[in-house]
T-cell receptor, first 113, second 112 residues
């Protein structure tokens, strides 16, 4: 079983609040990813990192930001939550070497009221 | 045209049926291939890697055709518990998206 953890599991928050979604992995993986997924829809990459101090935006425009100060930690922050941010956020990591699969956390389901 | 394409389905099959999904990719720099399974409102979970020579895990068989640029997943003797969305994942060199490209998924529904 992969060791990648997301907290909180569920979050209901009011518009305008600042929130941070946590993601940690204990596998020493260099590459980490954040995806956004609405129910029944495809995954959209919003951020990724290839290692400490490396962060890139994905293909889906997002008002969130990320940081990668430590290998094991890749938090995602929304400065001012809006109802349009309501979605499931999935964190994933991989060793990044040939043939290494992606391991997912169990997700954070965010509802902004 | 999307870089990785899957038939979205849904595939509605009876228990015990054999069902096959294909996934096509357009970038010849694609290196690694995987099938993931995603249950409703859950995270994707690795079902199996896809090797050049083809590989089998119980009722599941995965194959790669580099010449035609597609991978396939065959499920034999379908169970009710196989109902899920099956995602094709391609890892390639260069480009954006962190080098990981997901298909949109194929939905499978196995009926009694």
């Amino acid at each position: 079983e992969a060791d990648i953890y997301q907290t909180p599991r569920y979050l209901v928050i009011g518009t305008g609040k600042k929130i941070t979604l946590e993601c940690s992995q204990t596998m020493g993986h260099d590459k980490m990813y954040w995806y956004q997924q609405d129910p029944g829809m495809e995954l959209h990459l919003i951020h990724y990192s290839y290692g400490v101090n490396s962060t890139e935006k994905g293909d889906l425009s997002s008002e969130s930001t990320v940081s990668r100060i430590r290998t094991e930690h890749f938090p995602l922050t929304l400065e001012s939550a809006r109802p349009s941010h309501t979605s499931q956020y999935l964190c994933a990591s991989t060793l990044g070497q040939g043939g290494s699969p992606l391991h997912f956390g169990n997700g954070t389901r965010l509802t902004v009221t | 045209r999307k870089e990785v394409e899957q038939d979205p389905g849904p595939f509605n099959v009876p228990e015990g049926a054999t069902v096959a999904f294909n996934c096509t990719y357009s970038n010849s720099a694609s290196q690694s291939f995987f099938w993931y399974r995603q249950d409703c409102r859950k995270e994707p979970k690795l079902l199996m890697s896809v090797y050049s020579s083809g590989n089998e895990d119980g009722r599941f068989t995965a194959q790669l055709n580099r010449a035609s640029q597609y991978i396939s997943l065959l499920i034999r003797d379908s169970k009710l518990s196989d109902s899920a969305t099956y995602l094709c994942v391609v890892i390639r060199t260069g480009g954006s998206q962190g080098n990981l490209i997901f298909g949109k998924g194929t939905k499978l529904s196995v009926k009694p």
